[in-house]
């Protein structure tokens, strides 16, 4: 009996050590959010990535990473693309889901490159530095748009880029990198990027990424063949310019695009991306062997749950972060982890007028709320999520709508709207229209807003509600059934927003946003 005690006791111990030594393991995936198309460099012992964030300004983010795991934006490549009506939300015109696509991240002789892509202007775009993080950044552009291209730099400095959709093409650049080199012609390297994953392909082979590892050329691929799921194909070469051999490199839950990355310790890992639903397209890290030649990613052909790296502090303040819009002398304006909806019109925000708060100010009509220029943005992160911002109404005009979003073509939203006699507590969402709360008390200038985001097991549902002294709290609204669509191509984000429709001018102040995830 006291050797059963005994033993009983032991496994008990080995059973909370075993739970331990997991716990401190870094989980798939590393970034429940919405960076999809990631790029990835090491210099050094220091991580960068950048990743796509389509019509939101700045735009192309760069993050930075000591481990792989825990990442901080530090920058981005640029303010805004251009000045277009589409760009610029103008007359009825709009950019959701263009804007800039999948970018390429280099480190070449001291200078960091990294290139992009628009549909909105045909242009191919290519931001350099010599310091990632404070920048300045010199752009060159050039057309065309090279599509899903992959920035290369061979042994010799030469620089190319390789493109395209089930056709790979490679091209030769300028030395300074302002176009395609004249007298040269593009020249098809992989005809069916798709053939290794089957002859039936709903998406072609696209997503390239080119890397040069122990003299042999690499191309990394995604393919979606119909009927079946996001796959990793993968192609080598003795040549940059071929012949390629080709083979799935994997194929589980859809986890795929991207390309390598090696640690300092020569381990190697694949940076990839899943859909998740509303939240976005979030990221994972899958180990790499070689075997033959051949990366061959996965454990037995999966993607782990677990990693054998640091675990995770989350991705607050990392990626998103609360803000109470309080500015020391030297601080920027605001922190990176805000985005603007489209370019934004700086004569019209301010975290200076009023300091401690946001203000947005209206500056002409609109009609819908996805036209509404200053529109504040940030990543909805999962499993789940919730924003609170606590809004000053007194500056409103009869026929503005201000508040809190969850900005996606589905949208929903919880605020206040002015109809000039008063001022009433409203939920609003593309489904189901406007539901009419209570009016907003004579006298109260302030009100509680609070959007919360479920995204656990794919659930999808948003939860609006108000306050109007922060302590009792009252839903509002059906919950918004949350759904990524192709027109708008990016997770939900929380948005800050006030819009006028019938007079312009009013303005509203945003004392905080309060981000907690679960």
């Known amino acids: 009996m006291k050797n059963l005690k005994l033993f009983t006791l032991s496994l008990f111990f080995l059973l909370i050590a075993t739970v331990n030594v997991n716990a401190q393991k870094a989980t798939n995936p590393f970034i429940f959010a919405d960076v999809p198309d990631l790029s990835m460099i090491r210099v050094g012992k220091v991580y960068y990535m950048s990743s796509t964030t389509m019509h939101m300004n700045p735009g192309v983010p760069i993050m930075k990473s000591t481990d792989l795991v825990n990442w901080k934006i530090v920058s981005y490549a640029y303010d805004t693309l251009g000045n277009t009506d589409e760009l610029t939300l103008s007359n009825g015109k709009w950019d959701y889901g263009r804007g800039s696509w999948a970018s390429s991240l280099r480190f070449h002789k001291g200078i960091y490159y990294v290139s992009t892509f628009s549909g909105t202007t045909g242009k191919t775009y290519i931001y350099s530095t010599k310091d990632i993080e404070k920048g300045p950044w010199k752009l060159t552009s050039f057309k065309p748009s090279l599509h899903d291209h992959s920035l290369f730099f061979e042994d010799d400095g030469k620089p190319y ?64 063949p119909r009927n079946g799921m996001r796959t990793v ?75 054998e790296l640091p675990v995770s502090k989350g991705l607050i303040p990392g990626i998103v972060a609360s803000d109470e ?57 999962g499993p789940a999520s ?111 927003f006030n819009y006028a429709t019938e007079n312009a001018g009013g303005y509203v102040d945003f004392d905080y946003f309060r981000i907690e995830a679960k």
Not at 257 to 277: A, H, M, N, V
Not at 280 to 301: E, H, M, S
Not at 336 to 361: C, E, M, Y
Request: aromatic share 12%.
């Open 161 to 224: 880029m390789v493109y395209g959709t089930g056709k790979i093409t490679l091209v030769e650049l300028k030395e300074d990198l302002s176009g395609i080199k004249p007298n040269t012609q593009p020249v098809t390297i992989i005809e069916n990027a798709s053939l290794p994953a089957g002859t039936g392909a709903g998406l072609p082979a696209e997503g390239s990424q080119l890397f040069k590892i122990n003299g042999k050329y690499y191309i990394f691929n995604i393919t979606w």
């Open 233 to 307: 194909v993968v192609h080598r070469s003795d040549k940059l310019t071929g012949p390629y051999e080709g083979q799935v490199a994997l194929k589980d839950q859809g986890v795929a695009q991207g390309g390598l990355i090696s640690t300092p310790e020569g381990k190697w890992f694949s940076y990839l991306f899943r859909d998740f639903g509303s939240v976005g397209r979030i990221p994972y890290l899958v180990p790499v062997n070689w075997q033959d030649g051949w990366p061959v990613l996965g454990i037995n052909g999966k993607v782990p749950e677990t990693l």
């Open 325 to 381: 819009f309080t500015r020391k002398k030297g601080d920027p304006l605001l922190p990176l982890v805000w985005q603007w909806n489209h370019n934004p019109d700086p004569a019209f925000w301010s975290v200076t007028k009023r300091p401690g708060f946001l203000r947005i100010t209206t500056s002409r009509l609109d009609t819908n709320i996805l036209l509404a220029r200053n529109t504040l943005t940030q990543r909805t992160i």
């Open 386 to 496: 919730t924003g609170t911002t606590l809004i000053d109404i007194s500056g409103m005009k009869a026929g503005d709508q201000a508040g809190l979003m969850l900005l996606q073509r589905k949208f929903g939203w919880v605020g206040v709207k002015h109809t000039g006699s008063k001022k009433t507590v409203v939920a609003v969402s593309a489904q189901n229209g406007t539901v009419t709360g209570e009016d907003v008390p004579a006298g109260q200038q302030t009100i509680y807003l609070k959007a919360r985001c479920d995204f656990e097991n794919r659930t999808d549902k948003g939860y609006f509600s108000y306050s109007f002294d922060g302590k009792t709290w009252k839903s509002i609204g059906e919950p918004l059934q949350m759904s990524y669509t192709l027109p708008h191509f990016i997770g939900y984000r929380f948005g800050l």
